[in-house]
């Protein structure tokens, strides 16, 4: 497994964005993809995007299509989450995970399961 910290949160008026870092320690960051999902108050935790091992695909919650873009630094093991044109709803715990090596590199999922290690999670607060 490795270790994730997650950084970049904040409070923002609606429109604006942040960006958040996950940094990782560990031998298999450049082998698994990596994920970002969030949880709001009282409401389960969701997927937000995937990105696979080396960055060439990524995957958005609809939710987030077209306003939030993920990337990866596997030189720096580190992901970054673009939001713009954020949202009251965007309001959340956003929590970094990496999805479990052994299932093979290129391997690429949307499902909690899949993942074996997560942060701590940073808060997002948008204000309208």
């Known amino acids: 497994q490795v270790q994730l910290v997650e950084s970049g949160g904040g409070l923002v008026q609606a429109g604006g964005s942040l960006t958040l870092s996950c940094i990782a320690s560990?031998?298999?960051?450049?082998?698994?993809?990596m994920g970002w999902f969030r949880q709001a108050p009282v409401k389960e935790r969701e997927f937000v995007s995937v990105i696979n091992y080396s960055g060439s695909n990524t995957y958005y919650a609809d939710s987030v299509k077209g306003r939030f873009t993920l990337s990866r630094d596997n030189a720096a093991s580190t992901v970054y989450l673009q939001m713009n044109n954020l949202k009251p709803d965007d309001t959340a715990v956003y929590f970094c995970?990496?999805?479990?090596?052994?299932?093979?590199?290129?391997?690429?999922?949307?499902?909690?399961?899949?993942?074996?290690?997560w942060g701590q999670g940073t808060q997002v607060t948008v204000s309208s």
């Open positions: 995970a990496a999805v479990n090596p052994g299932y093979g590199l290129g391997y690429i999922s949307s499902l909690e399961r899949d993942f074996n290690s």
């Open positions: 560990g031998s298999t960051f450049s082998k698994s993809a």
